[in-house]
């Protein structure tokens, strides 16, 4: 029922897409009273992998928080929380790489209204996080967060987060990584409310259902397309939803890369068709992913398995 009821709103915000416009860098629709008080941040260490310290956007105090390591922010995406399944994956994958700061905002008291009353809100949830991140510190260790060791990673609406995010910072973030940005309505806004290469200094996105919920051409710097970065990806054809079950294999697809041995090799290439006929076997490789080469840029295509582990030899 909850995907099910997830569709409908993306067919809907789809229709609804021509009442929702933008004047002077505001919406005219939906605008709504947030209470701050209600987006809390998560955090966890490798002392404290488990049970995480919660604040509110107002609490720049942590336990936890070492502002001399680097930080993984991670951005849940529409109808989702700040501890779902994904992002508790990826917690566990990143404290076992290295020496970090995980933190995930949980913006879900926005995140399950509907569709444009969350879009409307996106920058400011941004700005609560860039608020939030520019002023936490240890309550015994002085300094505040380094900005460039900070990396976002946010899916679906949490990519456009991410990205909005970034240009807060006034695109001085070293990496934001996108996954498979949420598409209905927010293609027609503005640069100043999504994910584009101009949110960091490199941005790396992967696709996973494209052509309906989500983008489908170049968002970044690099861009992935596993399988084409459509649905159904290996795995979702009998999924009775395989655009919701697509959009989820990507948030795995990255989960994976963090400790993958065998690592997403992907191959430059200008279409999922040259590709696949072996057309751009010469052409330059690139690693989907925690291991991505930021100084190869462009569209890169791969295959993955149905199951996990996914990744496979190019």
Same mark, same amino acid.
């Given at each position: 029922?909850?995907? +099910? /009821?997830?569709?409908?709103?993306?067919?809907?915000?789809?229709?609804?897409?021509?009442?929702?416009?933008?004047?002077?860098? %505001?919406?005219?629709?939906?605008?709504?009273?947030?209470?701050? !008080?209600?987006?809390? &941040?998560?955090?966890?260490?490798?002392?404290?992998?488990?049970?995480?310290?919660?604040? #509110?956007?107002?609490? !720049?105090?942590?336990?936890?928080?070492?502002?001399?390591?680097?930080?993984?922010?991670?951005?849940?995406?529409?109808?989702?929380?700040?501890?779902? /399944?994904?992002?508790?994956?990826?917690?566990?994958?990143?404290?076992?790489?290295? /020496?970090?700061?995980?933190?995930?905002?949980?913006? +879900?008291?926005?995140?399950?209204?509907?569709?444009? +009353?969350?879009?409307? =809100?996106?920058?400011?949830?941004? +700005?609560? *996080?860039?608020?939030?991140?520019?002023?936490?510190?240890? *309550?015994?260790?002085?300094? =505040?967060?380094?900005?460039?060791?900070?990396?976002?990673?946010?899916?679906?609406? $949490?990519?456009?987060?991410?990205?909005?995010?970034?240009?807060?910072? #006034?695109?001085?973030?070293?990496?934001?990584?996108?996954?498979?940005?949420?598409?209905?309505? @927010?293609?027609?806004?503005?640069?100043?409310?999504?994910?584009?290469?101009?949110?960091?200094? &490199?941005?790396?996105?992967?696709?996973?259902?494209? =052509?309906?919920?989500?983008?489908?051409?170049? @968002?970044? /710097?690099? !861009?992935?397309?596993?399988?084409?970065?459509?649905?159904?990806?290996?795995?979702?054809?009998?999924?009775?939803?395989?655009?919701?079950?697509?959009?989820?294999?990507?948030?795995?697809?990255?989960?994976?890369?963090?400790?993958?041995?065998?690592?997403?090799?992907?191959?430059?290439?200008?279409?999922?068709?040259?590709?696949?006929?072996?057309?751009?076997?010469?052409?330059?490789?690139?690693?989907? $992913?925690?291991?991505?080469?930021?100084?190869?840029?462009? %569209?890169?295509?791969?295959?993955?398995?149905?199951?996990?582990?996914?990744?496979?030899?190019?």
């Amino acid at each position: 029922m909850f995907y +099910s /009821n997830l569709i409908l709103t993306f067919i809907s915000a789809k229709m609804l897409a021509p009442n929702f416009y933008i004047v002077e860098g %505001k919406s005219t629709k939906c605008k709504q009273n947030l209470d701050q !008080d209600t987006i809390k &941040f998560l955090i966890w260490n490798r002392h404290n992998m488990i049970y995480p310290e919660i604040l #509110k956007y107002n609490q !720049d105090r942590s336990k936890l928080f070492n502002q001399y390591l680097p930080t993984k922010f991670l951005v849940h995406g529409y109808r989702d929380v700040g501890d779902t /399944n994904w992002i508790q994956k990826a917690k566990i994958e990143y404290l076992r790489r290295e /020496n970090c700061n995980v933190i995930s905002i949980d913006w +879900s008291v926005i995140s399950f209204q509907n569709y444009i +009353s969350a879009i409307w =809100h996106l920058k400011e949830v941004a +700005s609560v *996080s860039r608020d939030f991140l520019s002023n936490l510190k240890n *309550s015994r260790i002085p300094g =505040h967060q380094n900005l460039t060791a900070l990396h976002p990673i946010g899916f679906s609406l $949490g990519a456009h987060i991410v990205g909005i995010l970034g240009k807060m910072f #006034k695109s001085q973030l070293p990496r934001i990584t996108g996954l498979d940005p949420a598409r209905p309505i @927010v293609e027609i806004l503005p640069s100043s409310w999504k994910l584009d290469k101009k949110s960091a200094q &490199f941005v790396d996105v992967i696709h996973g259902a494209g =052509h309906y919920l989500t983008m489908t051409g170049m @968002v970044g /710097n690099v !861009d992935f397309f596993p399988n084409g970065g459509v649905s159904p990806q290996p795995g979702c054809e009998r999924e009775p939803l395989n655009l919701v079950c697509s959009h989820l294999r990507v948030a795995d697809l990255y989960v994976e890369s963090i400790n993958s041995p065998i690592g997403f090799k992907s191959r430059l290439c200008n279409s999922w068709r040259l590709f696949e006929t072996r057309q751009c076997n010469r052409n330059p490789t690139n690693w989907m $992913g925690y291991r991505v080469d930021k100084h190869i840029e462009g %569209k890169f295509f791969l295959f993955t398995r149905s199951y996990s582990p996914f990744a496979i030899p190019l």
